[in-house]
């Protein structure tokens, strides 16, 4: 069995509640390297998300992404805002109308929307982004995907990304305004790297334990 709407809604509402629940710690990552506004960037753009799928209940995974896309496109400035909104975008249309994300779905969805991040930010591995977070999880997604169901492809993928943000901390910034700061960004976590981990935790609790963002009769 795959994960359906109630899941993808889910999962945007635990981003949600963990953009929240991370706000500060967000904006100390971006003070250090950036300007500060990560943390306030992702938690507003989350909340709109939220309000946008209770004003209209998707139908599928890939609508209940695709309002996530327009949101953040629509309310995230900076860098994060389209880099995000292109990925949930991409990831949209790789489920295109399935009711039913089965673990090849999910891993290629994942894939989908980091080639969206890169199209978009031209940044590679190694570059301190939060590319750092989702090339990993994506080869640890497709990995899983082969033997596995999605749950275990989801658990996969937050494993990497939680390691991929870590590993940022020596990385000197290469792309987006911590490359500003040169050997000065080293020694401090790419925000958007840790941002992309919360984000995948959340898909991970939306679909081990259901209703658990309060959607869905459970
Ligand atoms: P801004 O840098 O405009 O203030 P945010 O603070 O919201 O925007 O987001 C910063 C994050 O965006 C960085 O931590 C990094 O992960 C990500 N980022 C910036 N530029 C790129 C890029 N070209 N490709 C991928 N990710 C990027
Ligand atoms: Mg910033």
């Known amino acids: 069995m795959g994960l359906g709407v109630e899941w993808a809604v889910d999962w945007l509402k635990l981003s949600a509640k963990a953009m929240a629940e991370h706000r500060v710690e967000l904006i100390e990552m971006d003070r250090a390297i950036g300007d500060s506004d990560h943390g306030e960037n992702m938690d507003?753009?989350?909340?709109?998300?939220?309000?946008?799928?209770?004003?209209?209940?998707?139908e599928t995974p890939g609508a209940a992404l695709k309002v996530a896309a327009m949101t953040l496109m629509s309310k995230v400035g900076g860098a994060a805002g389209p880099l995000y909104g292109t990925a949930y975008l991409r990831a949209a249309t790789s489920l295109g109308d399935l009711t039913d994300v089965d673990a090849g779905a999910m891993a290629e969805a994942l894939a989908a929307a980091r080639d969206g991040v890169v199209a978009r930010g031209k940044a590679e591995p190694g570059d301190k982004t939060m590319?750092?977070?989702?090339?990993?999880?994506?080869?640890?997604?497709?990995?899983?995907?082969?033997?596995?169901?999605?749950?275990?492809?989801?658990e996969a993928a937050a494993q990497a990304a939680e390691a991929g943000a870590t590993a940022t901390d020596p990385l000197v910034a290469r792309k987006g305004r911590a490359?500003?700061?040169?050997?000065?960004?080293?020694?401090?976590?790419?925000?958007?790297?840790?941002?992309?981990?919360?984000?995948?935790?959340?898909?991970?609790?939306?679909a081990s334990s259901p209703g658990s963002a309060g959607t869905g009769p459970e």
């Open 131 to 154: 590319i750092d977070a989702w090339t990993p999880a994506v080869d640890a997604a497709r990995n899983a995907a082969a033997t596995g169901g999605p749950l275990d492809v989801l």
């Open 179 to 206: 490359s500003y700061l040169g050997e000065r960004s080293a020694g401090h976590r790419d925000p958007g790297a840790a941002s992309s981990a919360l984000i995948l935790r959340a898909a991970v609790d939306a």
């Open 44 to 58: 507003r753009g989350f909340q709109a998300v939220v309000q946008k799928l209770e004003e209209a209940p998707p």
